[in-house]
Protein backbone atom coordinates (compact mmCIF):
# COMPACT_ATOMS: atom_id res chain seq x y z
CA UNK A 1 0.00 0.00 0.00
CA UNK A 2 1.55 2.99 -0.83
CA UNK A 3 2.17 5.75 1.61
CA UNK A 4 -0.09 8.19 -0.67
CA UNK A 5 -3.08 8.16 -2.56
CA UNK A 6 -3.06 8.37 -6.65
CA UNK A 7 -3.79 11.63 -7.49
CA UNK A 8 -6.47 12.17 -10.43
CA UNK A 9 -5.78 14.89 -12.89
CA UNK A 10 -9.52 16.26 -12.65
CA UNK A 11 -8.72 17.13 -9.11
CA UNK A 12 -5.79 19.40 -9.86
CA UNK A 13 -5.73 22.65 -10.66
CA UNK A 14 -5.75 24.31 -14.24
CA UNK A 15 -1.89 24.94 -13.96
CA UNK A 16 -1.25 21.47 -12.25
CA UNK A 17 -3.31 19.93 -14.88
CA UNK A 18 -0.62 21.81 -17.73
CA UNK A 19 2.19 20.11 -15.77
CA UNK A 20 -0.04 16.40 -15.29
CA UNK A 21 0.03 17.08 -19.06
CA UNK A 22 3.37 17.33 -19.95
CA UNK A 23 4.64 14.65 -18.01
CA UNK A 24 2.25 12.41 -19.69
CA UNK A 25 3.02 13.47 -22.51
CA UNK A 26 6.80 12.78 -22.58
CA UNK A 27 6.43 9.51 -20.63
CA UNK A 28 2.92 7.99 -21.33
CA UNK A 29 1.19 7.96 -18.27
CA UNK A 30 1.64 10.34 -14.54
CA UNK A 31 2.78 7.38 -12.38
CA UNK A 32 5.77 6.16 -10.04
CA UNK A 33 7.49 9.32 -8.86
CA UNK A 34 5.22 11.49 -10.25
CA UNK A 35 1.95 9.77 -8.46
CA UNK A 36 3.82 11.28 -5.37
CA UNK A 37 5.52 14.48 -7.39
CA UNK A 38 2.22 15.41 -8.40
CA UNK A 39 1.14 16.10 -4.79
CA UNK A 40 3.26 19.08 -5.27
CA UNK A 41 2.85 20.51 -8.80
CA UNK A 42 5.11 23.07 -8.71
CA UNK A 43 8.06 21.00 -7.78
CA UNK A 44 6.77 18.26 -10.09
CA UNK A 45 7.24 20.25 -13.14
CA UNK A 46 11.37 21.15 -12.77
CA UNK A 47 11.82 18.06 -11.67
CA UNK A 48 10.41 16.06 -14.71
CA UNK A 49 12.07 18.57 -17.25
CA UNK A 50 15.67 17.34 -15.51
CA UNK A 51 14.53 14.01 -16.05
CA UNK A 52 12.78 14.80 -19.44
CA UNK A 53 16.73 15.85 -20.72
CA UNK A 54 18.98 13.09 -19.41
CA UNK A 55 16.37 10.19 -20.60
CA UNK A 56 15.26 11.27 -23.54
CA UNK A 57 17.81 14.58 -25.24
CA UNK A 58 20.94 13.66 -23.14
CA UNK A 59 24.11 12.76 -25.22
CA UNK A 60 24.44 9.41 -23.14
CA UNK A 61 23.43 6.11 -26.18
CA UNK A 62 20.65 4.45 -24.71
CA UNK A 63 22.33 0.95 -23.59
CA UNK A 64 24.67 3.37 -21.54
CA UNK A 65 22.33 5.37 -19.71
CA UNK A 66 19.66 2.75 -18.88
CA UNK A 67 22.65 0.92 -17.50
CA UNK A 68 23.51 3.51 -15.49
CA UNK A 69 20.05 3.93 -14.70
CA UNK A 70 20.00 0.44 -13.21
CA UNK A 71 23.14 1.21 -11.54
CA UNK A 72 22.00 4.18 -9.52
CA UNK A 73 18.19 1.97 -8.70
CA UNK A 74 20.71 -0.46 -7.53
CA UNK A 75 22.65 1.62 -5.45
CA UNK A 76 19.14 3.51 -4.43
CA UNK A 77 17.95 0.13 -3.49
CA UNK A 78 14.84 1.65 -5.48
CA UNK A 79 12.83 -1.59 -6.58
CA UNK A 80 10.38 0.47 -8.73
CA UNK A 81 12.97 2.29 -10.83
CA UNK A 82 14.39 -1.14 -11.21
CA UNK A 83 11.69 -3.01 -12.47
CA UNK A 84 10.62 -0.11 -14.85
CA UNK A 85 14.46 0.53 -16.12
CA UNK A 86 15.73 -3.06 -16.73
CA UNK A 87 13.66 -4.04 -19.71
CA UNK A 88 14.11 -0.76 -21.06
CA UNK A 89 17.78 -1.29 -20.82
CA UNK A 90 17.50 -4.51 -22.01
CA UNK A 91 15.32 -2.66 -25.31
CA UNK A 92 18.48 -0.30 -25.38
CA UNK A 93 20.77 -3.05 -26.18
CA UNK A 94 22.32 -3.50 -22.49
CA UNK A 95 23.81 -6.90 -22.53
CA UNK A 96 21.96 -9.03 -19.84
CA UNK A 97 25.59 -10.45 -18.39
CA UNK A 98 26.32 -6.76 -17.37
CA UNK A 99 22.64 -6.17 -16.18
CA UNK A 100 22.96 -9.60 -13.92
CA UNK A 101 26.43 -7.82 -12.62
CA UNK A 102 24.48 -4.83 -11.74
CA UNK A 103 21.69 -6.30 -10.03
CA UNK A 104 23.42 -9.02 -8.21
CA UNK A 105 25.96 -6.33 -6.98
CA UNK A 106 28.97 -8.53 -8.57
CA UNK A 107 32.41 -7.80 -9.30
CA UNK A 108 32.96 -5.78 -12.76
CA UNK A 109 35.37 -8.24 -14.23
CA UNK A 110 32.78 -9.58 -16.47
CA UNK A 111 32.34 -6.29 -18.23
CA UNK A 112 33.05 -4.66 -21.43
CA UNK A 113 35.38 -1.44 -20.61
CA UNK A 114 32.45 0.79 -21.20
CA UNK A 115 30.21 -0.96 -18.67
CA UNK A 116 32.84 -0.98 -16.41
CA UNK A 117 33.33 2.67 -16.49
CA UNK A 118 29.52 3.15 -16.53
CA UNK A 119 29.26 0.64 -13.69
CA UNK A 120 32.04 2.14 -11.13
CA UNK A 121 31.11 5.70 -11.70
CA UNK A 122 27.72 5.22 -10.30
CA UNK A 123 28.58 2.71 -7.82
CA UNK A 124 31.62 5.10 -6.43
CA UNK A 125 29.35 7.92 -6.20
CA UNK A 126 27.17 6.34 -4.48
CA UNK A 127 29.79 4.42 -1.80
CA UNK A 128 32.74 6.80 -1.98
CA UNK A 129 31.01 10.27 -2.57
CA UNK A 130 33.76 10.59 -4.64
CA UNK A 131 35.62 9.30 -8.31
CA UNK A 132 39.05 8.26 -7.91
CA UNK A 133 41.85 9.88 -10.04
CA UNK A 134 42.20 6.64 -11.88
CA UNK A 135 38.35 5.63 -12.58
CA UNK A 136 37.84 9.87 -13.40
CA UNK A 137 40.54 9.84 -16.30
CA UNK A 138 39.83 6.28 -17.31
CA UNK A 139 35.66 7.72 -17.49
CA UNK A 140 36.98 10.89 -18.99
CA UNK A 141 38.96 8.77 -21.90
CA UNK A 142 35.67 6.69 -22.55
CA UNK A 143 32.86 9.06 -22.28
CA UNK A 144 34.38 12.35 -23.00
CA UNK A 145 33.43 15.50 -20.90
CA UNK A 146 29.86 16.49 -21.47
CA UNK A 147 28.81 12.55 -21.13
CA UNK A 148 30.68 11.70 -18.09
CA UNK A 149 28.73 15.21 -16.88
CA UNK A 150 25.83 13.87 -17.93
CA UNK A 151 26.40 10.51 -16.11
CA UNK A 152 27.27 12.25 -12.72
CA UNK A 153 24.37 14.01 -12.86
CA UNK A 154 21.90 11.70 -13.92
CA UNK A 155 23.42 9.00 -11.11
CA UNK A 156 22.66 11.86 -8.96
CA UNK A 157 18.78 12.52 -10.41
CA UNK A 158 18.14 8.77 -9.89
CA UNK A 159 19.07 9.44 -6.51
CA UNK A 160 16.62 11.76 -6.14
CA UNK A 161 13.85 9.90 -7.79
CA UNK A 162 14.79 6.52 -5.61
CA UNK A 163 14.41 8.61 -2.56
CA UNK A 164 10.80 9.72 -3.64
CA UNK A 165 9.47 6.22 -4.68
CA UNK A 166 11.25 4.81 -1.22
CA UNK A 167 10.09 7.34 1.26
CA UNK A 168 6.66 7.04 -0.24
CA UNK A 169 6.73 3.64 -0.73
CA UNK A 170 5.35 3.43 -4.15
CA UNK A 171 4.46 0.35 -4.94
CA UNK A 172 5.29 -1.73 -7.83
CA UNK A 173 3.20 -2.37 -10.47
CA UNK A 174 1.03 -6.19 -10.85
CA UNK A 175 2.76 -8.26 -13.10
CA UNK A 176 6.57 -6.24 -12.42
CA UNK A 177 9.84 -8.43 -12.83
CA UNK A 178 11.90 -10.24 -10.29
CA UNK A 179 14.16 -7.16 -8.81
CA UNK A 180 16.33 -7.83 -6.11
CA UNK B 1 44.43 16.37 -6.81
CA UNK B 2 47.08 17.39 -8.63
CA UNK B 3 47.33 20.06 -10.88
CA UNK B 4 49.68 18.59 -13.85
CA UNK B 5 47.06 15.82 -13.88
CA UNK B 6 44.80 17.83 -15.82
CA UNK B 7 47.28 17.46 -19.10
CA UNK B 8 47.10 13.78 -18.48
CA UNK B 9 42.96 13.65 -18.56
CA UNK B 10 43.05 15.20 -21.83
CA UNK B 11 41.56 18.53 -19.92
CA UNK B 12 43.44 21.88 -21.28
CA UNK B 13 41.96 24.19 -18.57
CA UNK B 14 41.70 27.61 -20.73
CA UNK B 15 42.67 29.45 -18.02
CA UNK B 16 45.05 27.68 -16.17
CA UNK B 17 47.50 29.66 -15.10
CA UNK B 18 45.16 31.96 -13.21
CA UNK B 19 43.18 28.38 -11.63
CA UNK B 20 46.71 27.22 -10.22
CA UNK B 21 47.16 30.41 -8.83
CA UNK B 22 44.09 30.31 -6.80
CA UNK B 23 43.80 27.37 -5.12
CA UNK B 24 43.85 23.54 -5.93
CA UNK B 25 42.71 22.15 -9.36
CA UNK B 26 39.58 21.52 -10.03
CA UNK B 27 38.87 18.63 -12.60
CA UNK B 28 37.35 20.65 -14.94
CA UNK B 29 38.29 24.57 -15.70
CA UNK B 30 35.45 27.11 -14.65
CA UNK B 31 33.57 28.00 -17.72
CA UNK B 32 33.91 31.65 -19.25
CA UNK B 33 30.43 33.42 -20.49
CA UNK B 34 32.57 34.75 -23.69
CA UNK B 35 33.34 30.96 -24.67
CA UNK B 36 29.30 29.88 -24.90
CA UNK B 37 27.49 29.96 -28.02
CA UNK B 38 24.52 32.92 -27.69
CA UNK B 39 21.69 30.46 -26.49
CA UNK B 40 24.08 28.91 -24.01
CA UNK B 41 25.05 32.37 -22.94
CA UNK B 42 20.99 32.89 -22.26
CA UNK B 43 21.20 30.14 -19.49
CA UNK B 44 24.29 31.51 -18.03
CA UNK B 45 22.53 34.97 -17.64
CA UNK B 46 19.37 33.14 -16.27
CA UNK B 47 21.96 31.04 -13.90
CA UNK B 48 23.63 34.51 -12.61
CA UNK B 49 20.56 36.27 -12.46
CA UNK B 50 19.21 33.67 -9.37
CA UNK B 51 22.56 33.37 -8.06
CA UNK B 52 24.49 36.11 -8.58
CA UNK B 53 26.99 33.99 -9.89
CA UNK B 54 28.04 30.55 -12.24
CA UNK B 55 29.84 28.87 -9.74
CA UNK B 56 30.42 25.75 -7.78
CA UNK B 57 28.15 22.49 -9.49
CA UNK B 58 26.67 25.20 -12.45
CA UNK B 59 30.34 25.46 -12.90
CA UNK B 60 30.42 21.85 -14.37
CA UNK B 61 26.95 21.75 -14.91
CA UNK B 62 28.07 24.62 -17.76
CA UNK B 63 29.11 22.34 -19.97
CA UNK B 64 26.17 20.60 -20.66
CA UNK B 65 24.29 24.14 -20.43
CA UNK B 66 20.76 22.82 -21.13
CA UNK B 67 21.21 20.41 -18.11
CA UNK B 68 22.50 23.01 -16.36
CA UNK B 69 19.40 25.13 -16.80
CA UNK B 70 16.70 22.48 -16.03
CA UNK B 71 19.18 21.70 -12.88
CA UNK B 72 19.23 25.12 -12.10
CA UNK B 73 15.73 25.45 -12.19
CA UNK B 74 14.52 22.83 -9.92
CA UNK B 75 17.40 24.31 -7.78
CA UNK B 76 15.42 27.73 -7.96
CA UNK B 77 12.09 26.14 -6.60
CA UNK B 78 13.63 24.11 -4.09
CA UNK B 79 15.87 27.63 -2.81
CA UNK B 80 13.52 30.21 -3.66
CA UNK B 81 9.79 29.23 -4.08
CA UNK B 82 9.01 26.12 -1.91
CA UNK B 83 7.11 26.10 0.57
CA UNK B 84 9.50 24.72 3.34
CA UNK B 85 10.85 27.23 5.95
CA UNK B 86 14.68 28.72 5.39
CA UNK B 87 15.47 27.55 8.58
CA UNK B 88 14.19 23.80 7.62
CA UNK B 89 15.59 24.09 4.13
CA UNK B 90 18.89 24.93 5.03
CA UNK B 91 19.42 22.32 7.61
CA UNK B 92 18.05 20.03 5.67
CA UNK B 93 20.77 20.87 2.81
CA UNK B 94 23.61 20.47 5.34
CA UNK B 95 22.36 17.22 6.60
CA UNK B 96 22.30 16.25 2.46
CA UNK B 97 25.91 17.42 2.07
CA UNK B 98 27.04 15.80 5.56
CA UNK B 99 26.02 12.50 4.50
CA UNK B 100 27.17 12.78 0.97
CA UNK B 101 30.90 14.42 2.36
CA UNK B 102 30.12 17.51 -0.11
CA UNK B 103 32.41 19.77 1.42
CA UNK B 104 31.74 22.71 -1.18
CA UNK B 105 27.90 22.11 -0.40
CA UNK B 106 28.76 22.75 3.36
CA UNK B 107 30.76 25.82 3.33
CA UNK B 108 28.12 27.47 0.90
CA UNK B 109 25.20 26.78 2.90
CA UNK B 110 26.54 26.84 6.41
CA UNK B 111 26.83 30.41 6.58
CA UNK B 112 23.01 30.65 4.66
CA UNK B 113 21.45 28.07 7.57
CA UNK B 114 22.89 30.54 10.44
CA UNK B 115 21.40 33.83 8.58
CA UNK B 116 18.20 31.58 8.40
CA UNK B 117 18.47 30.91 12.08
CA UNK B 118 19.04 27.93 11.96
CA UNK B 119 20.88 26.84 15.81
CA UNK B 120 24.59 26.73 15.91
CA UNK B 121 23.56 23.42 18.40
CA UNK B 122 21.81 21.45 15.51
CA UNK B 123 24.65 22.65 12.88
CA UNK B 124 26.98 21.01 15.61
CA UNK B 125 25.61 17.82 15.51
CA UNK B 126 24.86 17.42 11.67
CA UNK B 127 28.97 18.43 11.42
CA UNK B 128 29.74 15.62 13.73
CA UNK B 129 27.11 12.83 13.08
CA UNK B 130 26.41 12.79 16.52
CA UNK B 131 22.80 11.97 18.10
CA UNK B 132 19.69 14.38 17.57
CA UNK B 133 18.51 13.68 21.49
CA UNK B 134 19.03 16.93 22.30
CA UNK B 135 17.48 18.73 19.64
CA UNK B 136 13.82 20.03 18.93
CA UNK B 137 11.13 17.62 17.61
CA UNK B 138 11.06 19.60 14.03
CA UNK B 139 15.49 19.26 13.70
CA UNK B 140 14.58 15.43 14.53
CA UNK B 141 12.19 15.10 12.11
CA UNK B 142 14.51 17.01 9.30
CA UNK B 143 17.72 15.68 9.82
CA UNK B 144 16.46 12.15 10.62
CA UNK B 145 15.02 11.94 7.45
CA UNK B 146 17.83 12.93 5.42
CA UNK B 147 20.16 10.16 7.43
CA UNK B 148 17.70 7.65 6.35
CA UNK B 149 16.94 8.27 3.28
CA UNK B 150 20.88 8.00 2.66
CA UNK B 151 21.79 5.23 5.19
CA UNK B 152 19.09 3.00 4.77
CA UNK B 153 17.30 4.62 1.45
CA UNK B 154 13.85 4.26 3.10
CA UNK B 155 11.92 6.22 5.83
CA UNK B 156 10.17 3.90 8.31
CA UNK B 157 6.84 3.98 9.70
CA UNK B 158 7.67 6.02 12.38
CA UNK B 159 9.67 8.37 11.15
CA UNK B 160 7.64 8.95 7.99
CA UNK B 161 4.47 9.64 10.57
CA UNK B 162 6.53 11.92 12.61
CA UNK B 163 7.48 13.92 9.71
CA UNK B 164 4.00 13.64 8.16
CA UNK B 165 2.36 15.01 11.31
CA UNK B 166 5.19 17.69 11.64
CA UNK B 167 5.62 19.00 8.13
CA UNK B 168 2.31 18.31 6.08
CA UNK B 169 2.60 16.23 2.79
CA UNK B 170 3.88 19.13 0.59
CA UNK B 171 6.76 19.98 3.01
CA UNK B 172 7.73 16.44 3.19
CA UNK B 173 7.57 15.90 -0.51
CA UNK B 174 9.70 18.93 -1.31
CA UNK B 175 12.20 17.86 1.69
CA UNK B 176 12.31 14.67 0.24
CA UNK B 177 12.90 16.09 -3.56
CA UNK B 178 15.77 18.56 -1.58
CA UNK B 179 17.50 15.74 0.00
CA UNK B 180 18.08 13.93 -2.92
CA UNK B 181 18.62 17.21 -5.46
CA UNK B 182 21.56 18.18 -3.00
CA UNK B 183 22.80 14.94 -3.33
CA UNK B 184 22.73 15.33 -7.31
CA UNK B 185 24.50 18.60 -6.80
CA UNK B 186 26.90 16.59 -4.54
CA UNK B 187 28.03 14.10 -6.95
CA UNK B 188 28.89 16.79 -9.28
CA UNK B 189 30.71 18.89 -6.77
CA UNK B 190 33.18 15.80 -5.48
CA UNK B 191 32.74 13.90 -8.85
CA UNK B 192 34.51 16.46 -10.63
CA UNK B 193 36.60 17.89 -7.48
CA UNK B 194 34.97 21.52 -7.54
CA UNK B 195 37.34 23.47 -5.35
CA UNK B 196 36.14 24.89 -1.86
CA UNK B 197 36.91 28.93 -2.08
CA UNK B 198 40.22 30.06 -0.75
CA UNK B 199 38.64 32.05 1.92
CA UNK B 200 36.38 28.69 2.98
CA UNK B 201 35.84 27.92 6.67
CA UNK B 202 36.74 24.03 7.62
CA UNK B 203 33.74 21.37 7.14
CA UNK B 204 34.35 17.79 8.42
Known sequence: ?180 | MAGSGQAAFGVQPRDALQVDEEVNVARLANPKREDLAPPSQEIWDRVWASRGAVGGPQSVLMYVPELGARVAELGDYIRFHGLLEATDRELAMLSTAREIEARYEWQAHEPLALKAGVRPEAIEVIRSRGATDALTARERVIIGVVRSLYREHRLSDDLFKAALGELGREKLIELVALAGQYGLLGFVLNGFEVDLPASASPTF
Open chain 1, 1 to 180: MARLEEPTREAQAPEAQAIWDQIAGTRGTVRGPFSVLMHAPALAGPVAEVGTYLRFQGQLPGADRELAICASAREAESRYEWQAHAPLALKEGARPEAIEIVRSRGPVDGLTPRERTIVEVVRSLFRQHHLPNALYASALADLGRERLVELVALAGFYKLIGAVLNGFEVDLPAGAGETF
